[in-house]
Structure formats: structure tokens, C-alpha cells
């Protein structure tokens, strides 16, 4: 059984039809969040109660295979290369933001297919129908509630420099030419590579550009040399991986002159995600947010203590 090949009607059947069901019920959310609104993301029920659904409906095809353990695993996840595969075609997701949804759609279509199995088995229609209408009143329910997440993630540094030095380096900094250590950086996750200025004065224009090339736009909001540099994003890009789902609302950098020669330094980044559940996503823009000032604020510190 492990090495025959999908050939059968109801196996195909069992690829093709949850997903058409997944695109058309996830491009109904998108036009629907369009309309009132609400920006581009993923919401609890496209990334939970549809790969369920997913799960259920290879079930009800492959209801009457013997199928072995091995072969399971292989079928659902094979199931999961095709979304991910349409997402990145159809909705025109990034291939990074598709490595970090995979692992919670291939949990939830693996649920989605123990449910299906078990109910199909014991062959109550009315039952199945209750379970399949509870799932869909709750995607429905979801759909139309608001979302919205907000966040803050901070770190610090102590830079061997007093705050007269590093003030400079902190308002703009020339482009950093390390390669990056954080393996989403590594793999095409966009990465800050410098900063510029248009003045040194409260209400000037600042950018953060990325390794991509495009920048973020930013106006500062406190400007108190060698303490506090606090600005407020105004412009943010689109890009088609994970930063299309977070949108970056505010940034700070706090100088305490610790009194030895030694400065410590706060960065600080607010944000709102797009993405749901947040349990899950911010997981990862925690990490995200907290490599950007790792890189930024480690570049400071090594142009600030060079002789």
C-alpha cells in the first residue's frame, strides 16, 4: 500500500475538493474584510475551522480506504503542499509566511481527518451534519467579529560608549554590511540594513530601510539627545511575506547613561498583527520584531565602540 500511487477517483477527489472548498471560503473572507474595511490577513477561522473542514471532507472521500498510518500523514500533508501552493499563486502570499502558517494547518487537517474518520464510521448522518454546521456557524461568527491585536516587544544592550557617542549612530546609522544571524533573515525575511535622516530635530522625516529595498517611513515624535528618540511610522510598505500582516505602529530608543562609560540602550517596537490566532502568530513577531533591534541595536553598539 506505502508505495502505490494516487490513482483512484475518490484519492483525487480527496485533494481537489477541500481545496477548492479552502480557496473559495478564504477568498470570501478576504472580499468581506475588504468591504468593511479591515486589512489584509488570515483570521482564527481560515487557519483553523477551514483546515478542519479540509481534514473532514478527505475523510468523507477517503472513508471506505484502509489507509495506513504512514500513508495518512503522507495524504494530509500532501493536501497542505497544495494549499500552501494556491495560497502562494492565488491570495499571492509569501513563500515565508507560508513556512509559518504550514505547521498550523497541517495540525488542524490531521484533527479535521480524526474527526472525519470517527464520525464517518459511525455513519450518523444527522450527527456529521450537526458537527459540519457548528463548524461553519463558528467560521461564520469569526468572520464577522473585529480583529484587532496590539503588542510591544523591548530589548536592551549595554554599548561601551557614553550617549554623546552613540546619539549619532542611534538617529541614522550607515548601511550594515554583517550578514544576518537570524535564519528567516537568512532565507529572505526582509532585515533592517540602515537608517536615514532628513534632520536632527523633532518632526523630521526618518526612514528604516530593509534589505529588500523598500523603506519605512517615519517621523519622529521625541527627539531628546542622548535620551530619548521616539517616532511614530507613517508609511509601511506592503510586502508579500510576514510583514504583510503586521503593521509596525511605533519605535523608541531610550539612552541611560550608566555613570562607568557603559550607555544602556531600549529599543522598543509597537505593532498590531493582521493574523490570527494571535496565540500562535505572535509568537513569531515577537521573534521577528526582537531580531530587528538585535540587528540594529548590535551595529550600533560596534560603530559606537570603534575607535
Known amino acids: ?55 473532514i471532507m478527505s475523510a468523507w472521500h477517503w472513508r471506505n480506504m484502509e489507509l495506513t498510518t504512514r500513508r495518512t500523514w503522507f495524504y494530509n500533508f500532501l493536501n497542505c503542499v497544495i494549499a500552501a501552493m494556491l495560497s ?7 513563500s515565508i509566511c507560508i513556512l509559518i502558517v504550514s505547521p498550523l494547518i497541517l495540525c488542524f487537517v490531521m484533527i479535521g481527518y480524526a474527526i ?4 464517518f464510521k459511525k455513519n450518523n448522518t444527522g450527527f456529521n451534519i450537526s458537527v459540519v454546521s457548528l463548524l461553519t456557524v463558528v467560521f461564520i461568527a469569526d468572520t464577522l467579529s473585529k480583529h ?5 516587544v523591548a530589548d536592551t544592550i549595554v554599548i561601551n560608549a557614553p550617549p554623546a557617542k552613540i ?21 529572505g525575511l526582509p532585515n533592517p540594513t540602515a537608517a536615514t535622516v532628513t534632520g536632527y530635530h523633532e518632526g523630521a522625516g526618518r526612514k528604516c530601510i530593509f534589505s529588500t529595498g523598500y523603506a519605512i517611513g517615519e517621523r519622529i515624535s521625541t ?19 510576514m510583514m504583510n500582516h503586521l503593521d509596525l505602529l511605533k519605535g523608541q530608543f531610550l539612552l541611560k547613561d550608566n555613570g562607568n562609560g557603559t550607555t544602556t540602550v531600549t529599543g522598543t517596537r509597537w505593532y498590531r498583527l493582521h493574523v490570527f490566532p494571535a ?21 550600533i553598539k560596534e560603530i559606537s565602540e570603534a575607535k
Request: no cysteine; glycine share 6%.
Open 116 to 119: 472525519g474518520r470517527a464520525l
Open 223 to 241: 527627539y531628546e539627545p542622548g535620551k530619548n528618540l521616539t517616532f511614530d511610522i507613517i508609511d509601511q510598505p506592503r510586502d508579500p511575506e
Open 1 to 55: 500500500m506505502e508505495n502505490q500511487p494516487i490513482t483512484t477517483d475518490k484519492e483525487i477527489l480527496g485533494f481537489i475538493t477541500p481545496n477548492i472548498m479552502a480557496i473559495t471560503l478564504i477568498a470570501l473572507t478576504k472580499t468581506f474584510s475588504v468591504h468593511v474595511g479591515e486589512a489584509d490577513g488570515f483570521y482564527f477561522s481560515e487557519v483553523i475551522i477551514v483546515p478542519i473542514l479540509m481534514g
Open 167 to 187: 546619539w549619532k549612530n542611534v538617529v541614522a546609522f550607515k548601511p550594515i554590511k554583517q550578514q544576518p544571524d537570524f535564519w528567516l533573515f537568512r532565507i
Open 148 to 152: 484587532e491585536y496590539n503588542n510591544v
Open 88 to 94: 502562494g499563486f492565488v491570495l499571492g502570499e509569501g
Open 279 to 299: 496565540w500562535y502568530y505572535d509568537l513569531w513577531a515577537q521573534s521577528i520584531v526582537r531580531n530587528v533591534h538585535i540587528r540594529v541595536m548590535q551595529h
